[in-house]
């Protein structure tokens, strides 16, 4: 069974302060993905990882950044934390390549608050 | 910008009846097409996929999904809903070739009246 995990369910944080959200999948998946997940928004993409060091951004990039040093971690780190981050974060992985097995397999998600 | 559509936003139905949930994606290459569904307080996990043969796929519970190139559309099917269907169900796509990234839409929650 894939696996990716989350570091934590829940986080409260201050604004201002430096948040680093960590993701962990077990599937040798080449791509990893961070999400917000907003009432009637959806999921929108904030930075996407296609390999080790490889990253793209996504819709939302604006106040993020991204690490993958390894290819099965994929952080999220807000540098400077405020209150409209406040959002339900999502990681993700898959395989970049083929056809038949290109489904994302998702984390439990982070909620983040920031007071 | 490659978008994905889901034109309902909020539906309401009670047990036993049929669904259509729509979805309209704006690549016209090769895709990959997905329906996800998020169950209060579960993680999203995936219904069914459409990658390539026969463009009506079955999924997990009783859903199946319907892929019509010509109109860029994967609606989603039930023909007899419960309560337990109750959730936000997302459709999502991936223009293949192009490492498989995700593009989803913006969401349909459904409540099954018992």
């Known amino acids: 069974d894939v696996k990716v995990t989350q570091s934590s369910r829940y986080l409260v944080k201050r604004t201002g302060e430096k948040v680093f959200l960590e993701c962990v999948q077990d599937m040798d998946h080449e791509n990893m993905f961070w999400y917000r997940q907003d009432p009637g928004l959806g999921l929108r993409l904030i930075y996407f990882s296609y390999d080790v060091k490889m990253k793209e951004k996504g819709d939302i990039p604006e106040g993020y950044s991204v690490s993958r040093e390894k290819k099965e971690r994929f952080s999220l780190i807000l540098e400077s934390a405020s209150t409209n981050q406040t959002s339900m974060y999502l990681c993700?992985?898959?395989?970049?390549f083929g056809q038949g097995n290109t489904e994302a397999f998702f984390g439990q998600g982070t909620r983040l608050t920031v007071v | 910008a490659q978008s994905v559509s889901q034109h309902n936003h909020h539906v309401i139905l009670s047990e036993a009846a049929s669904l259509e949930l729509g979805c309209n994606y704006s690549y016209g290459g090769t895709v990959n097409l997905f329906w996800y569904v998020q169950y209060p307080g579960q993680h999203l996990q995936l219904l069914l996929k459409?990658?390539?043969?026969?463009?009506l796929v079955k999924g997990i519970k009783g859903f199946e999904a319907e892929f019509i190139k010509s109109k860029f559309s994967f609606n989603l099917r039930k023909p007899s809903v419960q309560w337990s269907d109750t959730a936000e169900y997302f459709c999502a796509v991936i223009i293949v070739y192009n490492f498989n990234k995700f593009y989803f839409g913006s969401g349909t929650k459904l409540n099954v009246k018992p």
């Open positions: 459409y990658f390539s043969g026969d463009p």
């Open positions: 993700a992985s898959s395989f970049s």
